[in-house]
């Protein structure tokens, strides 16, 4: 019923950018939750790499600070991630996460993840 769609993959060079999307569909609306933007690459945990609060607060994993930015448009139920400077370790699969933790509450959403590849 509640489904998250990524899209925006795919394979860039190192200095290259990518802009990942994520949009929400089924009885959701975005605006209440906290939007979160995770990697995982092979052999790695999953780590949270960029957030936006309900409110519009965002915050960065320090590896990506001054490289990326999360943004939201509540009026389309989507996140988005602009991703530039890209070094290869930056390389892994990219996940979008609905979260309602922030009120207490045991609900979140995943997407399917979409593959992010730096390399020359």
């Known amino acids: 019923q509640v489904q998250l769609v990524e899209s925006g993959g795919g394979l860039v060079q190192p200095g290259g950018s990518l802009r990942l999307s994520c949009v929400a569909s089924?009885?959701?609306?975005?605006?209440?939750?906290?939007m979160n933007w995770y990697r995982q690459a092979p052999g790695k945990q999953r780590e949270l790499v960029a957030s936006?609060?309900?409110?519009?607060?965002?915050n960065y994993v320090d590896s990506v600070k001054g490289r990326f930015t999360i943004s939201r448009d509540n009026a389309v139920n989507s996140v988005y991630l602009q991703m530039n400077s890209l070094k290869p370790e930056d390389t892994a699969v990219y996940y979008c996460?609905?979260?309602?933790?922030?009120?207490?509450?045991?609900?979140?959403?995943w997407g399917q993840g979409t593959q992010v590849t730096v390399s020359s």
């Open positions: 996460n609905a979260d309602l933790s922030h009120m207490g509450v045991s609900r979140d959403y």
């Open positions: 936006i609060t309900s409110g519009g607060t965002t």
């Open positions: 089924g009885t959701i609306f975005i605006s209440i939750y906290d």
